[in-house]
C-alpha cells in the first residue's frame, strides 16, 4: 500500500480551509496541503471587490471563533476588511506554507486499493492524500453565461461582480444593473449618486430589510479583542437562534398536520408583508414604485437583503427600478419586451453563481468513489443527501465542509467550524486506531436522512408548498429543500464533537486487529 503525499488534503482556501486547518493544528495534524485555485486566501471575498460590498450580518457573528478582530471599521464591515482579515488570520497560523496557490482540482478519485485519494490538478498534475475534506464554498462557479440574448452584441462595458474592473470610472455613465439580489442591490446603491442614469431591471422582488450600520467606537474595540466577550455573543445569538426559530420549526412544528402548517405559515407571511409596505412607504416616495417592490413570496422562502442605502436611492431622479421582462441586450443598451430601449453605457450582470444546493453543479467524473461511484450521477438520481451535511458511504476520507442538508448556525463562519469539528475529530480517530479509512456505514447514512426528512418537513412544505414555483437556492431543480439542516444551533454543534463513532467504518491495514467503536446513543 502506497504512502500519500500529504495524510490530509484541503480543497479550497475561504473560510472553510482555514477553520478546517486551523483545526488539523489543534489535533496535532500538520502533514496537510491546502489546494486553491485561485491566488491566495479568501475565497469570495477575495474574487469580490464590487462597490458597496459588506457583510450583511453584524461582524461580530461573522468572524472565526479563534480569531477575535477588535479592528473592525464598522458594524457591517465592507469586504475589503473581510478579505484582509481572513488573510491575516491564515498568516498568523502559518497556513501560507500548506498553501498550493493556482492549482484547480479536477478530479477526485478513490484508489481503494491504495487505500488514499487522487486529486488531478490543471496542467496534469496529480497530488494524493489519505483524507480530503473538500471546502470550496457555497459559490461553486461564477455562471459562465449572461442568460440574456445579444449580450454579445453589446458595444459598452459589461461587468460581473465577481470580477469587477477596479479602474472602470463609473461616474456620469449610464448603468443597467440587471438583478436585484444582494450583489444587485449593493452595487446600485452605491453607484446610484454618481450615475447620468441608473436603471435596476427587476425580476423578482426581494425582501430588503435594513441594516443599522455604524462606525465602531475606539473605546468598544479592547472588547472585541476579548475572546470570552466574541463567544458570548455568540452564545446569546444562538441561543436565540435555536428558542425563537429553529426550535419551533424543527422539535413543535412537525408535529402539525400538513394541511393546518400549510394554511398557518402563509399568516405569518401576510402580517410581514404588511408591516414591509409600511417601511416602503416611509422610504419610496413614487407608489407605483413601492407596488412594484413588495414580494409576493414569504419572507423566509429566499434570504432577505439587508440594506439601508437601496430604497432611498430609489428616490433619485435619476434612478429608476425596470420590471418590464428584458427582451435582448442591444449594441447601445437593454430592450425590453414593450419594445422601448434603454440606452447603457455600462451593464452590470448580477445574474449569480452555481449552487452546492444544485445537482447541476457537480460535474460527472470529477467526484468519484468506491465501487464506480460517481457523485454527480448519484446526485441526479437519488438526490443530494449526505450524513449530517458532509459525508457519503461511497466516498470513504472524505468530507465536504459545504454540502446537502448541511447549513446550520448562526453565520457562515460558525457553519464551517461545526462541519470541520465533525470531519477532523473522526480523522483523528482513524489516525488514532491506525485505520487506513473511514467511512460512514449505509445503516448511520439511512437513519441520518430519515431523521433529516421527519425533522425538515415543515421547512420543506413552506418553501414548496406555501411558495410553489420559486426559484431559490434554497429549492433546487429536482424541488428538494437541501439548504438548511434542521437541526438546532447547539445540537449540531453537540453533535459535531460527540457523534457516535460507531457510525463509521473504520479500516484496518491487513493482519491488524480492528479496534471497537465507542458506542453510545446520542441525542440530536
Request: one cysteine or more; glycine letters at 8%.
Amino acid at each position: 500500500m502506497a504512502d500519500p503525499d500529504h495524510v490530509v488534503a484541503i480543497v479550497g482556501a475561504g473560510p472553510g480551509g482555514i477553520a478546517t486547518a486551523k483545526q488539523l493544528l489543534d489535533a496535532g495534524i500538520n502533514d496537510f496541503v491546502i489546494l486553491e485555485r485561485a491566488d491566495d486566501f479568501g475565497g469570495t471575498w477575495r474574487d469580490n471587490h464590487y462597490p458597496g460590498l459588506a457583510v450583511d450580518i453584524p461582524v461580530m457573528w461573522y468572524q472565526l471563533s479563534f480569531a477575535p478582530n477588535p479592528d473592525w471599521s464598522r458594524l457591517f464591515a465592507p469586504g475589503p476588511e473581510i478579505h484582509r482579515y481572513l488573510r491575516d488570520t491564515a498568516a498568523r497560523l502559518g497556513l501560507y506554507e500548506h498553501l498550493r496557490a493556482h492549482c484547480d482540482v479536477t478530479r477526485q478519485a478513490w484508489d481503494a486499493a491504495a487505500q488514499l485519494w487522487r486529486l488531478s490538478i490543471n496542467g496534469g498534475q496529480m497530488v494524493s492524500a489519505r483524507f480530503v475534506i473538500n471546502s470550496v464554498g457555497g459559490y461553486v462557479n461564477p455562471k459562465t453565461a449572461i442568460p440574456i440574448d445579444g449580450i454579445d452584441d453589446f458595444t459598452g462595458t459589461v461587468l460581473r461582480p465577481n470580477a469587477w474592473d477596479d479602474g472602470y470610472d463609473t461616474a456620469g455613465k449610464r448603468i443597467a444593473v440587471i438583478g436585484t439580489g444582494s450583489s444587485g442591490v449593493q452595487i446600485a446603491a452605491a453607484l446610484s449618486a454618481g450615475a447620468a442614469t441608473l436603471e435596476i431591471y427587476q425580476r423578482t422582488p426581494a425582501w430588503l430589510l435594513p441594516k443599522i450600520d455604524f462606525a465602531i467606537p475606539r473605546r468598544l474595540r479592547p472588547l472585541l479583542r476579548m475572546r470570552w466577550a466574541v463567544g458570548a455573543v455568540n452564545l446569546l445569538g444562538r441561543l436565540a437562534m435555536d428558542i425563537f426559530m429553529v426550535g419551533p420549526l424543527v422539535h413543535l412544528m412537525v408535529y402539525l398536520p400538513d394541511r393546518v402548517l400549510i394554511r398557518l405559515m402563509p399568516l405569518y407571511d401576510s402580517y410581514c408583508r404588511g408591516l414591509y409596505r409600511l417601511l416602503l412607504r416611509a422610504k419610496v416616495a413614487d407608489p407605483a414604485t413601492r407596488r412594484a417592490l413588495v414580494p409576493r413570496y414569504g419572507l423566509l422562502a429566499k434570504r432577505p437583503v439587508i440594506s439601508s442605502a437601496f430604497l432611498p436611492a430609489l428616490n433619485d431622479p435619476n434612478t429608476h427600478l425596470v420590471t418590464t421582462p428584458i427582451e435582448r441586450i442591444t449594441a447601445t443598451g437593454v430592450r425590453t419586451v414593450d419594445g422601448v430601449d434603454h440606452p447603457a453605457d455600462l451593464i452590470v450582470a448580477a445574474t449569480g453563481y452555481e449552487l452546492w444546493t444544485d445537482p447541476e453543479t457537480y460535474r460527472p467524473g470529477t467526484v468519484l468513489g468506491s465501487e464506480c461511484f460517481d457523485l454527480a450521477h448519484y446526485y441526479r438520481s437519488d438526490g443530494l443527501r449526505s450524513y449530517a451535511g458532509t459525508a457519503h458511504p461511497r466516498l470513504p476520507n472524505r468530507w465536504e465542509i459545504v454540502g446537502p442538508l448541511g447549513f446550520v448556525g448562526l453565520a457562515w463562519m460558525d457553519y464551517v467550524e461545526t462541519i470541520a469539528a465533525h470531519a477532523v475529530r473522526v480523522i483523528t480517530e482513524a489516525l488514532r486506531r491506525g485505520a487506513t479509512s473511514a467511512t460512514v456505514s449505509d445503516t448511520a447514512f439511512q437513519r441520518w436522512n430519515d431523521l433529516m426528512r421527519r425533522r425538515g418537513k415543515a421547512v420543506h412544505l413552506y418553501l414548496t408548498a406555501c411558495n410553489p414555483g420559486l426559484s431559490t437556492y434554497f429549492v433546487n431543480s429536482q424541488h428538494e429543500t437541501v439548504y438548511h439542516r434542521p437541526q438546532t444551533i447547539t445540537g449540531s454543534r453537540r453533535f459535531s464533537r460527540r457523534s457516535p463513532l460507531a457510525d463509521y467504518v473504520f479500516r484496518q491495514p491487513t493482519g491488524v486487529p480492528p479496534i471497537p467503536a465507542d458506542r453510545g446513543d446520542l441525542k440530536i
